[in-house]
């Protein structure tokens, strides 16, 4: 038997609502994304959702951090 009563199911995000999360997380550091880089995001996104044991591997607010971080890098 298990110690918690209660358990919660939570939806996985789309590769849209992913991307804006993303586009909030850069406008909230101050950072805009050039149109490669902002496609690149997009690609990547729906790379992670196809694969998604990725997203279940790193999170999903690691996962977008990480990947705004590599398009600022572009």
């Not at 909030?24 to 050039?34: C, E, F, G, I």
């Not at 992670?48 to 997203?55: H, P, T």
């Amino acid at each position: 038997k298990s110690r918690f009563a209660n358990y919660f199911h939570f939806e996985d995000y789309l590769p849209d609502e992913l991307h804006d999360i993303a586009m909030r997380y850069t406008s909230q550091k101050n950072v805009r994304l050039t149109e490669e880089a902002t496609h690149f995001l997009s690609e990547q996104l729906m790379e992670g959702f196809r694969k998604q044991s990725i997203l279940l591997q790193v999170g999903l607010a690691r996962l977008l951090q990480s990947l705004v971080y590599r398009v600022t890098l572009i």
